[in-house]
């Protein structure tokens, strides 16, 4: 996040849970995402990314101040997430076997 504004206090914390999420083909999985800001939450956006196996993360999905954007090839109907007072969770459906990979929100 960038701040110009003398408001920014470098505050913001975002906490994922470790480990991993066993699942199968076709299944439903939520991955949590919590956060804490001085900012308001009408003024953040959080990012979700992947990141593949010996690759780096890629973004792909946006909620927030400046609207909601997921890129082309992770549809809207298949990936979802929600802000939720502190959480904005990342919601994959109907799972598939490319869909195996480190996720990480970013604020």
Known sequence: MLCSSPECKGED???????DVIAAEGD????DC????????????????????N????????????GDDNIPEFQKDRFDAQ?????????IQKLQLSDSAVYYCAL
């Open 28 to 31: 439903t999985v939520t991955l």
């Open 34 to 53: 919590t956060f804490e800001s001085s900012a308001a939450k009408t003024q953040l956006n959080f990012f979700w990314y992947k990141q593949e196996v």
């Open 55 to 66: 690759g780096f993360p890629k973004y792909f999905l946006k909620r927030g101040a400046y």
């Open 83 to 91: 802000i939720n007072n502190n959480k904005v969770p990342l919601k």
């Open 13 to 19: 914390k975002v906490m994922q849970p470790s480990g």
